[in-house]
């Protein structure tokens, strides 16, 4: 009950028994974060040990520690200024979806590129770096942006990257170990879609790693290989104990700026979704009785991204999803703090190390695969039914770089590439390489340029999609799109092809006497983006 004292004495309640039911709910999310970027580091980019136990992950827990403490400090000024105990802090951490996208996206191909992880990890840190300055100077320019630009484009995009770069490779490997990985999908898909409560309200996605970790070792016990354990490599989990505390790395961020072109083409779409995704969340919060400050969230989440990328942590930092959950079940100041405290000690001490080395990696796909799920749902489900064909056209170009990713894999374990084997010899077999060269490049602009192009022609506001084919016309021609590098007419066919689509729906817009229809009201549930 909120208190009746004045704003000028009232002191909040730093701990209340709610904080204990959200610290775990909240707790246990971010260990599950934490263990599956661990998953990534280890087996998907194969980076060292010792750079991922005693560089990266101590800079992740304290970037998680800084944030997790500034949200609890920011609702402690609130809860003051209006003399109230009711207050929750705002939820944040690891932005899931886009802890995928730079392993996916940009680390794992410039590893792959180079034949070197550390160049990958690199890459990551310039990622984080350029798009915490977009984060910071976007707290003041997103409300424009989210004004002008569809939220099927925006969304959309992500779909795209969910399915190709999020879902598939989880969902290959729930299926080449089905053992734990369909037993495991089913226990979270029962809970998360089909409302099951499992033993004393345990969230389920611990439950799905206990049952996969309990087959594994079990498996073993009986001679069996499920999910790949052995008490070698448990054993030597524990050489990673120890205490470790984050350095700076900026000649490593400096390093990465060699592959400034492709980090472009990616970290300034995901800003601005970041600026509306920060901008939704500040307003659930809202909605939800705490009214914080948009712009001083959204500069926070660039600020503290850019402390972790500093120290060797290539994740961006974000606002939560689910603030009014967290309240609802007691949630105040505390269990935001103590979620800090809870993963600056299990990342400073080597303590992810042990728990990695006793859960198998299959047993972490299908949280992945759901998650790459829940975003893909959530382009159709929070825009208008009539942009679903723009959401469609925004996951084709995500398709196309996916495909092109797996020719030049396979292409280069057998010793050799594209060129090499003949772009006609790969067209006769069916494989179109530079179609999916052209449309698979710059993809996030792509799919951004085409959903809101075709978005806007759905509602016949046929100048303002004229627009988003000359912004595309004007990306191409300097390679942020269609092209694996920024220049001067990299493809020009493509960016003389959007000029004239854009003067074709100018003339539509000054000459059809075409109508725009009404907007369409979003009827859909909510998502849960992180």
Same mark, same amino acid.
């Given at each position: 009950?909120?208190?009746?004292?004045?704003?000028s004495?009232f002191?909040?309640?730093?701990?209340?028994?709610?904080?204990?039911?959200a610290?775990?709910?909240?707790?246990?999310?971010?260990?599950?974060?934490?263990?599956?970027?661990?998953?990534?580091?280890?087996?998907?980019?194969?980076?060292?040990?010792?750079l991922?136990?005693?560089?990266i992950?101590?800079a992740?827990?304290?970037?998680?520690?800084?944030?997790?403490?500034?949200?609890?400090?920011l609702?402690?000024?609130?809860?003051?200024?209006?003399?109230?105990n009711?207050?929750?802090?705002?939820?944040?951490?690891?932005?899931?979806?886009?802890?995928?996208?730079?392993?996916?996206v940009?680390?794992?191909?410039?590893?792959?590129?180079?034949?070197?992880?550390?160049?990958?990890?690199?890459?990551?840190?310039?990622?984080?770096?350029?798009?915490s300055?977009?984060?910071?100077?976007?707290?003041?320019?997103?409300?424009?942006?989210?004004?002008?630009?569809?939220?099927?484009?925006?969304?959309?995009?992500?779909?795209?990257?969910?399915?190709?770069?999020?879902?598939?490779?989880?969902?290959?490997? *729930?299926?080449?170990?089905?053992?734990?990985?369909?037993?495991?999908?089913?226990?979270?898909?029962?809970?998360?879609?089909g409302?099951?409560?499992?033993?004393?309200?345990?969230?389920?996605?611990?439950?799905?790693?206990?049952?996969?970790?309990?087959?594994?070792?079990?498996?073993?016990?009986?001679?069996?290989?499920?999910?790949?354990?052995?008490?070698a490599?448990?054993?030597?989990?524990?050489?990673?104990?120890?205490?470790?505390?984050?350095?700076?790395?900026?000649?490593?961020?400096?390093?990465?700026?060699?592959?400034?072109?492709?980090?472009?083409?990616?970290?300034?779409?995901f800003?601005?979704?970041?600026?509306?995704?920060?901008m939704?969340?500040?307003?659930?919060?809202?909605?939800?009785?705490?009214?914080?400050?948009?712009?001083r969230?959204?500069?926070?989440?660039?600020?503290?991204?850019?402390?972790?990328?500093?120290?060797?942590?290539?994740?961006?930092?974000a606002?939560?999803?689910?603030?009014?959950?967290?309240?609802?079940?007691?949630?105040?100041?505390?269990?935001?703090?103590?979620?800090?405290? *809870?993963v600056?000690?299990?990342?400073?001490?080597?303590?992810?190390?042990?728990?990695s080395? *006793?859960?198998?990696?299959?047993?972490?796909?299908?949280?992945?695969?759901?998650?790459?799920m829940?975003?893909?749902?959530?382009?159709?489900?929070?825009?208008?039914?009539?942009?679903?064909?723009?959401?469609?056209?925004?996951?084709?170009p995500?398709v196309?770089?996916?495909?092109?990713?797996?020719v030049?894999?396979?292409?280069?374990?057998?010793?050799?590439?594209?060129?090499?084997?003949?772009?006609?010899?790969?067209?006769?077999?069916?494989?179109?390489?530079?179609?999916?060269?052209?449309?698979?490049?710059?993809?996030?602009?792509?799919?951004?340029?085409l959903?809101?192009?075709?978005a806007?022609?759905?509602?016949?506001?046929?100048?303002?999609?004229? *627009?988003?084919?000359?912004?595309?016309?004007?990306?191409?021609?300097?390679?942020?799109?269609?092209?694996?590098?920024?220049?001067?007419?990299?493809?020009?066919?493509?960016?003389?092809?959007?000029?004239?689509?854009?003067?074709?729906?100018?003339?539509?817009?000054?000459?059809?006497?075409?109508?725009?229809?009404?907007?369409?009201?979003?009827?859909?549930?909510?998502?849960v983006?992180?």
């Amino acid at each position: 009950m909120a208190s009746t004292a004045t704003p000028s004495s009232f002191k909040p309640a730093l701990w209340v028994p709610g904080d204990w039911n959200a610290f775990f709910g909240f707790g246990t999310n971010i260990l599950v974060n934490m263990l599956t970027l661990t998953a990534l580091l280890r087996y998907v980019l194969k980076l060292p040990d010792d750079l991922i136990f005693g560089r990266i992950l101590p800079a992740t827990g304290l970037m998680l520690f800084l944030s997790t403490m500034y949200y609890a400090w920011l609702g402690y000024g609130l809860a003051k200024k209006e003399g109230r105990n009711t207050v929750c802090a705002l939820p944040s951490g690891i932005s899931v979806p886009h802890m995928f996208v730079v392993v996916f996206v940009i680390m794992l191909p410039i590893a792959s590129l180079t034949g070197d992880p550390i160049k990958g990890w690199e890459a990551g840190l310039t990622w984080v770096f350029v798009q915490s300055f977009v984060l910071m100077a976007g707290g003041y320019i997103a409300p424009y942006i989210k004004m002008i630009t569809p939220r099927a484009a925006l969304l959309g995009a992500l779909a795209g990257v969910s399915i190709a770069f999020i879902s598939m490779r989880p969902a290959l490997e *729930m299926y080449t170990d089905p053992v734990i990985g369909i037993v495991c999908f089913a226990i979270l898909l029962a809970s998360w879609f089909g409302g099951v409560r499992y033993f004393k309200g345990l969230p389920a996605g611990l439950i799905a790693i206990a049952v996969g970790s309990l087959i594994a070792w079990g498996g073993l016990a009986f001679g069996f290989n499920f999910g790949g354990m052995s008490v070698a490599k448990l054993g030597d989990s524990f050489a990673s104990f120890g205490f470790s505390v984050p350095l700076p790395v900026f000649g490593h961020i400096f390093s990465g700026f060699q592959f400034i072109a492709v980090i472009l083409v990616t970290a300034i779409p995901f800003g601005i979704y970041d600026l509306v995704e920060a901008m939704d969340n500040v307003e659930s919060a809202e909605a939800g009785g705490d009214k914080f400050p948009t712009t001083r969230v959204i500069t926070a989440d660039g600020v503290i991204s850019l402390i972790g990328c500093c120290l060797g942590n290539p994740f961006i930092n974000a606002v939560y999803i689910g603030h009014p959950g967290w309240k609802a079940i007691g949630g105040r100041l505390g269990y935001s703090a103590a979620t800090g405290v *809870m993963v600056l000690v299990l990342s400073w001490f080597g303590i992810l190390a042990l728990m990695s080395a *006793m859960i198998p990696l299959v047993a972490i796909s299908p949280i992945l695969l759901y998650i790459g799920m829940l975003i893909g749902a959530q382009a159709f489900q929070e825009t208008p039914r009539s942009h679903a064909p723009a959401v469609i056209i925004s996951l084709i170009p995500q398709v196309a770089g996916w495909g092109k990713l797996m020719v030049d894999n396979a292409l280069g374990a057998a010793g050799t590439n594209a060129a090499t084997v003949g772009l006609d010899k790969l067209a006769g077999t069916g494989v179109l390489y530079h179609g999916l060269e052209i449309l698979g490049s710059g993809a996030i602009l792509t799919s951004l340029i085409l959903a809101g192009l075709t978005a806007c022609m759905i509602d016949r506001t046929f100048a303002k999609a004229a *627009m988003f084919s000359l912004a595309g016309a004007v990306m191409t021609f300097f390679g942020f799109m269609h092209s694996e590098a920024i220049g001067i007419a990299k493809t020009p066919a493509v960016a003389i092809a959007y000029l004239g689509v854009a003067a074709i729906l100018y003339g539509c817009a000054k000459y059809s006497g075409v109508k725009a229809r009404e907007p369409e009201p979003v009827h859909g549930d909510e998502a849960v983006a992180h």
